[in-house]
């Protein structure tokens, strides 16, 4: 029998497909009590068996206390903090928000905040990198870093005068030939730099010019959102326990990065993290917000026609630009708060999870590693309800083997606050305080061998078991990490007679005086995980 110690390596591969299903009745109520058997779920129209499958309800889970006796000091014992239990990121889309949305979501955004209670944890995150906080209780610096957040665009983008040219437009001429936002562009160049007299080619050239230049520039301001997106769905995986993302957003247009879309939902998933969405433009009209778009040109009948394109391709854009809220939010299990001026409610109804979703996977057969599209439906048979789903999912590009399936268990386990007892292991802390404000923190594991499942080969029983203690602070930041692995190799009389006391592990921290949570996961070989939680405080 030996161990080996080294750092965790956490990853994160696709293995199974997930799906998270909040069913809906017609009053708007989430609907629980549903049974896997209930659940059909479909992979480009075919019937899939679902492999795994879970109801879901948001809730603190228990940290318990296993401290045990500090032999160093008997005088002082670790005492049970109050560990958290929610984390909530709002990211804010300061570079597409215009300043009266943001600020008016801002407002709304106070005002939630003093309903915080004592486990809760948040954190503010901009797509600009401006101003950000990250997870505390601190209402004070949380409200410093709110009013802090202004738009900032990038530079250029949308202001195109001479054709004027919106995302939607330019996306539309490049990748959708669309001629007839092509004819706009062209004849709103002809008014405004050849006083409306057409002269060649020279104001097609400039529209296909203009669109270029500004899809350009689109396509780096939803490129700058989407690594936003994917930093704090990483960092707020993080965390422990109870965990939402709510995405403050006028919405944008996501013609060409689909994948990395699919990507963030799919770690959000993975991780049991719900992104929840806020269309911070309120119950708006398209048509009155269109009209300032378009400078006034000469007033003919043809540049009139120009104006109505112009519109026209303005409420198809507001439309589009909801697309990517709409599908975040549904992919994960989240909540899509839109048309709607009463965003006090919204972000009361954001900061919380749904109170019964379902989670649904399965291991698609022959699935080719080709990256390519697969549509999904998850359908209820005889009943009317509204199913909120994602919509599809890429097949990967190679398969993940059995160390990275271990990995992303053991990951899972590590950042979740659930307790399973499925491995006879015992979880003890303590301490020893070499001054004032250096102490170490002791993780005691003892794991009762007997009990495990071994498989013969060679006249020894056989089996590794890994074991990781996490170290998160008061606000459930992780701080560190130690991985051993414990290698069994033993004859039937050791197994039967030398463990009888069980197999003692010890690994060590050095922390300063706080409130601490420790985390201990074990994985054997045969898949099977425990997990316990012990809380620490240090004077």
Do not use: W
Not at 143 to 171: K, Q, R, W
């Amino acid at each position: 029998m030996s161990t080996q110690e080294s750092e965790p390596t956490f990853r994160v591969k696709v293995n199974l497909v997930e799906v998270r299903v909040v069913v809906r009745d017609a009053q708007g109520h989430t609907v629980g009590g549903l049974k896997k058997e209930d659940f059909q779920l479909l992979d480009n129209g075919k019937p899939q068996v679902i492999t795994k499958f879970s109801v879901e309800q948001p809730g603190p889970k228990p940290v318990t206390q296993h401290a045990g006796e500090i032999p160093e000091n008997p005088d002082q014992q670790p005492t049970v903090s109050t560990a958290p239990e929610r984390y909530i990121a709002y990211v804010f889309d300061d570079v597409h928000l215009q300043f009266d949305s943001l600020a008016q979501a801002r407002t709304a955004a106070g005002h939630y905040l003093e309903s915080l209670s004592a486990t809760d944890r948040v954190a503010i995150y901009t797509t600009s990198g401006r101003g950000e906080i990250d997870f505390t209780d601190d209402r004070a610096r949380l409200h410093d870093a709110l009013n802090g957040v202004i738009p900032h665009p990038v530079s250029g983008s949308g202001t195109s005068e001479c054709p004027h040219m919106s995302y939607y437009m330019a996306d539309m001429i490049q990748n959708h030939q669309d001629t007839q936002a092509l004819e706009a562009a062209t004849q709103d160049a002809v008014d405004c730099a050849f006083a409306g007299v057409a002269k060649g080619n020279g104001a097609e050239h400039m529209a296909r010019n203009a669109a270029t230049m500004e899809l350009h520039l689109g396509e780096h301001e939803t490129q700058i959102s989407l690594d936003t997106l994917k930093r704090v769905v990483r960092r707020i995986a993080a965390m422990p326990g109870q965990r939402t993302v709510v995405l403050v957003s006028p919405g944008f247009l996501n013609p060409e990065q689909h994948q990395e879309e699919s990507a963030i939902a799919q770690q959000a998933l993975h991780s049991g993290i719900v992104i929840n969405t806020l269309d911070a433009r309120g119950l708006y009209t398209v048509g009155d917000d269109a009209s300032k778009r378009v400078p006034p040109r000469h007033l003919n009948a043809i540049f009139a026609n120009v104006d109505s394109t112009y519109s026209q391709y303005a409420v198809r854009e507001k439309t589009a630009d909801a697309d990517i809220l709409q599908g975040l939010a549904d992919a994960t299990g989240g909540t899509f708060f839109h048309n709607n001026n009463d965003l006090n409610a919204g972000f009361r109804r954001l900061a919380a999870a749904p109170e019964y979703s379902y989670l649904l996977a399965f291991s698609p057969q022959n699935l080719k590693l080709d990256g390519q599209f697969h549509a999904l439906k998850v359908v209820i048979e005889g009943q009317k309800f509204n199913i909120q789903a994602r919509k599809g999912y890429y097949a990967p590009k190679q398969a993940a083997g059995p160390e990275e399936q271990s990995s992303r268990e053991i990951e899972e386990a590590v950042f979740s606050r659930e307790e399973y007892e499925k491995i006879p292991v015992q979880l003890h802390t303590e301490f020893f305080k070499s001054s004032e404000q250096d102490a170490k923190l002791s993780v005691l594991i003892r794991l009762d061998a007997r009990r495990l499942r071994f498989r013969k080969l060679e006249g020894r029983n056989r089996n590794d078991v890994t074991i990781v203690s996490a170290l998160f602070d008061r606000n459930g930041k992780f701080l560190s990490g130690n991985e051993k692995t414990l290698q069994m190799r033993l004859k039937d009389e050791t197994l039967h007679s030398k463990l009888i006391s069980g197999v003692t592990l010890k690994t060590s921290f050095d922390v300063r005086p706080g409130s601490y949570l420790v985390r201990l996961v074990v994985r054997d070989d045969e898949g099977v995980v425990a997990a316990q939680n012990g809380a620490v405080e240090i004077p």
